[in-house]
């Protein structure tokens, strides 16, 4: 069974640009969760949903940060207009219920704003 | 004061060492604990449950004291693969720690 898909793996762009980074949950899960990790900040969460209703976004940096789960099978994490401080690498991780179950995480998009 | 606290590190051991993180929290109605460990440019990935009595798994062991508030994680016989960041997270509040780098040396 697929774990959790994250696109792009590696992303690099210019300044002022939007950003689009992509999560497929594992099938069944209903909680999705995205995730910045920094050497700096460590791992901070950004926003999590479930059953496709986000349910706490006060860690999203600022408006120019949104979230979408449109369905049970796909988020997306939009930054826009990206700027140097946003570089840093996104986890996408689901979970059966939030708060109780282990998280399974995506392999990570590494984002480069220049 | 952070929801989730973790040792700074980073920890540097011999071989065969036996070496203890801990992990404190401020929310006191937290149900669930969890170590996590993460290699490096990988994702974190689950290493074991904290259950209230403390639970054992070879040479893992996971803690948890709710009147002080914390988590702790004991490896004994340390081996050069356990070298990583271990997280823990208090899943009630989906925070992770900031990480505590261990460095297993020949």
């Known amino acids: 069974d697929a774990g959790v898909i994250q696109s792009p793996r590696h992303e690099v762009t210019e300044m002022g640009q939007e950003v689009t980074l992509r999560c497929k949950p594992i099938s069944g899960h209903n909680s999705l969760f995205w995730y910045r990790q920094t050497m700096m900040r460590g791992l901070e969460l950004l926003i999590y949903f479930n059953n496709n209703v986000p349910i706490d976004d006060s860690g999203m940096p600022e408006d120019r940060f949104s979230a979408k789960m449109p369905n049970a099978s796909f988020s997306t994490l939009k930054i826009q207009p990206s700027e140097p401080r946003d570089s840093a690498v996104y986890f996408c991780a689901s979970t059966l219920i939030s708060g109780y179950n282990e998280q399974f995480f995506g392999p990570g998009t590494r984002l480069t704003v220049l | 004061r952070k929801e989730v606290e973790q040792d700074p590190g980073p920890f540097n051991v011999p071989e065969g060492a036996t070496v203890a993180f801990n992990c404190t929290y401020s929310?006191?109605?937290?149900?669930?604990f969890f170590w996590y460990r993460q290699d490096c440019r990988k994702e974190p990935k689950l290493l074991m449950s904290v259950y209230s009595s403390g639970n054992e798994d070879g040479r893992f062991t996971a803690q948890l004291n709710r009147a002080s508030q914390y988590i702790s994680l004991l490896i004994r016989d340390s081996k050069l693969s356990d070298s990583a960041t271990y997280l823990c997270?208090?899943?009630?509040?989906?925070?992770f720690g900031a990480g505590t780098r261990l460095t297993v040396k020949p």
């Open positions: 929310n006191s109605a937290s149900q669930s």
């Open positions: 997270v208090v899943n009630n509040d989906m925070r």
